[in-house]
């Protein structure tokens, strides 16, 4: 059986049950990863772009429809951006995105499209038609695979929670989010908001900041 849950924000953490007892996962070592991780990040905190026309549209939203377990970094399922044209004749978009995942096809406002994923974890592609400045769009990305360790416990990790269990979690910030999911890493455009739908074991739990909406 497969449970999904519905959550407001882009950090997983999967761990195991065992019988009706809820096991609640410890990161290993979390001063060794999580401080380590943020004080390494300090001299990254500004925007670190490294792909042409980052500031040709606005992103506003992002939803997440991913399938992840508590034993393994393999994920599978889609990420949806919605974003605003600012360029004049938008024709080209950029993402960026882990090389060790693999994109199925690319939608964008609900139209099948060519795509281009490159060594230097650039995701890019062409709408059917050139946007106008101020113009709506979405884009759908269906992928699959191992989601990337940057080390440190930055980006997507599976570990034993030294609780009988194991646990995946996500450390994104500030530049890993393209470890497990298609986006634009610039801080000066942060998204408004998300959905993260996450279906899964009905052993494991899911757990976030955010709003849990659904179950």
Known sequence: NKLKYRLGVLIILLFATIGERRIYAQLPQPNSFCSYAKSSSITAK????HYPSH?????????????AEANSNYIE???EVLATALAQNLDTVYLELSQS???????FNQQSIAFQHSS??????????????????????????PAHNSGHGQGFNTADSHHVSMVSWTLSEPFYSK???PCKQDLQDKADS???FVTTNDKN?????????AL
């Open 194 to 196: 998300s959905w993260v």
């Open 55 to 67: 500031d040709a549209y606005d992103v506003h939203f992002y939803f997440l429809n991913l399938k």
């Open 120 to 145: 230097n974890d650039i995701l890019f592609f062409s709408p059917p038609q050139a946007i106008d400045s101020a113009s709506i769009f979405i884009a759908r990305i269906y992928y699959h695979g």
């Open 77 to 79: 399922g889609f990420t």
């Open 179 to 181: 470890d497990w999911w």
């Open 101 to 107: 995942l693999i994109v199925d096809s690319v939608l």
């Open 46 to 49: 500004h925007p670190n772009v």
């Open 205 to 213: 739990k899911v757990g976030s900041n955010g709003l849990l909406t």
